[in-house]
């Protein structure tokens, strides 16, 4: 079965620095999609970074970038310059054949950024 | 982008009362449509499939007699909680899938701001 592992339930940073939200997962499938959403204490998901399976490029998207590594089946996402907007839950997800396409979520971290 | 909307964006209701919540995709045709459910400091469920013009895939465990699932057109998806309970308090978030979007793990959902229910 699919799985998707955050070691992390909390984090602080001090702003301005770089933070590091780690995930790993699980899956037979050699073809997935890899996802990182933020969803701020009003609880919408606001959808931050994608990486495919065969992507050979980390994926990046401003202030935020993948790092992705395949064979240790880890998908870290990197936050530079911590601004005191990004303090919320980040998630973790993926999404493969084995599961009819359908999004598996990790349990989440909860990041504060300090002033 | 893509643009979701839910409604309400909150409700209050007494014990024994039904509860209806809308998932709209407002600029994009959605043949596809997840409900997911949220308790408080905790991931994401997803609860079930919505399909346009066919019987919703409930996840295992999710009671298909109490969350029914509309899917009556391209742009609109209906969760009904029927005979709310306590238990039932949580947030409810759906997503579309937009319909020209490539069958494979690549394509992205969209998410609604979602609908926290509270069940007096």
Known sequence: ????????????????EAVTLDCTY???????????????????MIFLIYQGSYD???????????NFQKARKSANLVISASQLGDSAMYFCAMRDRNYGQNF?????TRLSVLP | G????QHPSRVICKSGTSVKIECRS???????????????????????TSNEGSKATYE???????????????TLSTLTVTSAHPEDSSF???????DDARMTSTDTQYFGPGTRLTVL
Not at chain 1, 26 to 44: I, M, R
């Open chain 2, 2 to 5: 893509a643009v979701v909307s």
């Open chain 1, 1 to 16: 079965a699919q799985k998707i592992t955050q070691t992390q339930p909390g984090m602080f940073v001090q702003e301005k």
């Open chain 2, 92 to 98: 409810y978030i759906c997503s579309a899938r937009e």
């Open chain 2, 26 to 48: 407002l600029d994009f045709q959605a043949t596809t449509m997840f409900w997911y459910r949220q308790f408080p400091k905790q991931s994401l469920m997803l609860m079930a």
């Open chain 1, 26 to 44: 699980d899956t037979s499938d050699q073809s997935y999609g890899l996802f990182w959403y933020k969803q701020p204490s009003s609880g919408e």
């Open chain 2, 60 to 74: 295992q465990g999710v009671e298909k007699d109490k969350f029914l699932i509309n899917h009556a057109s391209l």
């Open chain 1, 56 to 66: 050979e490029q980390n994926a990046t998207e401003g202030r935020y970038s993948l």
């Open chain 1, 104 to 108: 598996v979520f990790g349990p989440g």
